[in-house]
């Protein structure tokens, strides 16, 4: 982007949890991903980003072929009356896959980021590490 966008913090993101099943593209290993399920909550950081940038991101995400941008309300895990609505990406139906698994380098680089950025240990433990078999280079 050529800057550092400005971090508004951890927020929560109801009703989805994050799954390590979207579809390889180059090789046989898995990206993150958000998914719908009733009663989970994904932690993540807010980042606030100029309109002009999301067409960087888009492409590095590969929207919308690969992943779709949507639009969803997060909660502040600091103040619970503190909302907002964010861009998101979730992959697309055709990009999720249940035979891969993620890369050991790539679940380091995700745990990592949620450490640096204060995301609740339990949910970095309980969600963002990974104990299945690893993917392919």
Request: with cysteine; proline share 7%.
């Amino acid at each position: 982007l050529g800057y550092t966008p400005e971090n508004l913090g951890v927020y929560r993101l109801d009703g989805y949890e994050f799954s390590y099943n979207r579809a390889p593209l180059h090789k046989k290993a898995t990206g993150g991903n958000i998914n719908p399920k009733k009663g989970k909550n994904v932690y993540g950081i807010v980042w606030k980003l100029k309109e002009a940038d999301f067409a960087l991101v888009d492409k590095q995400e590969q929207a919308p072929v690969v992943y779709s941008r949507i639009q969803l309300k997060v909660v502040s895990a600091k103040d619970p009356n503190n909302s907002k609505w964010v861009e998101a990406y979730a992959a697309n139906p055709k990009y999720i896959s249940k035979a891969c698994f993620p890369r050991p380098y790539y679940v380091d680089i995700v745990t990592r980021g949620a450490r640096e950025n204060h995301l609740p240990k339990e949910y970095i433990d309980s969600y963002l590490k990974w104990s299945g078999p690893w993917g392919e280079n």
